[in-house]
């Protein structure tokens, strides 16, 4: 059974980069579609997709409004992929949530079947 | 900019029927859009409820359901239980982008 954790600061100085790292259990994160994604929600607004990884082909895919400071990397030897939001502000204070982008069930895609927990950040002096 | 529309709030009666639907600000929402469906309660992890349109994994509850209605992608509650007072969350894939926008939510209230 896949699982997923984020770990990484809590506190972010204003203008300086948001670093969190998602930890892949149970099964490798080369394996099936190899795409995983990070998602943040601010308190009390609704979940915005950030950007994602797609390991086996070394390529990302990033929200237009994020793109300018988001990078989104893996390491395979440590089944671990990893978020940097660079320059944040305020704006950026968030639950920030990795994701399992998807799996093909037969011909129809689901997406974001597993979740981490989810991990508080904060943008504060 | 693409946005991904949904009613912000609906209320719904226990027993009662209620349809929460999702709309593009690029046109009519197909298939090929993939649409997926959410549930988030409070302090929760979201959690997927409805892929590709309309197939259920395997712990979504029987009595929800999804389509496409009128150009929207749609989701349908029947005999609304208490528990599923939630916001949910469609989910839409923009292909020629390759990325991922949500909807806004919709807050259901079931009273």
């Known amino acids: 059974q896949v699982q997923l954790q984020e770990s990484g600061p809590g506190l972010v100085m204003p203008s300086q980069t948001l670093s969190l790292t998602c930890t892949v259990s149970?099964?490798?994160?080369?394996?099936?579609?190899?795409?995983w994604s990070w998602i943040r929600q601010p308190a009390g607004k609704g979940l915005e997709w950030i950007g994602r990884?797609?390991?086996?082909?070394?390529?990302?895919n990033y929200n237009p409004s994020l793109k300018s400071r988001v990078t989104i990397s893996a390491d395979t030897s440590k089944n671990q992929f990893s978020l940097k939001l660079s320059s944040v502000t305020a704006a950026d204070t968030a639950v920030y949530y990795c994701?399992?982008?998807?799996?093909?069930?037969?011909?129809?895609?689901?997406?974001?079947?597993?979740w981490g927990q989810g991990r508080m950040v904060t943008v504060s002096s | 900019q693409t946005v991904v529309t949904q009613e912000p709030s609906l209320t719904v009666s226990p027993g009662g029927t209620v349809t929460l639907t999702c709309a593009s600000s690029?046109?009519?929402?197909?298939?090929?859009?993939?649409p997926n469906w959410f549930q988030q309660k409070p302090g929760q992890v979201a959690r997927a409820l409805i892929y590709?349109?309309?197939n259920k994994h395997s712990w979504t509850p029987a009595r929800f359901s999804g389509s496409l209605l009128g150009g929207k992608a749609a989701l349908t509650l029947s005999g609304v239980q208490p528990e599923d007072e939630a916001e949910y969350y469609c989910l839409l894939f923009f292909g020629d982008a390759q990325r991922w926008v949500f909807g806004g939510g919709t807050k259901l209230t079931v009273l």
């Open positions: 149970g099964g490798s994160i080369s394996s099936g579609s190899s795409y």
């Open positions: 690029t046109g009519a929402v197909t298939s090929g859009y993939y």
């Open positions: 590709s349109t309309s």
């Open positions: 994701a399992r982008d998807h799996v093909w069930v037969g011909e129809s895609l689901a997406a974001f079947d597993i």
């Open positions: 990884i797609f390991i086996t082909g070394s390529t990302n």
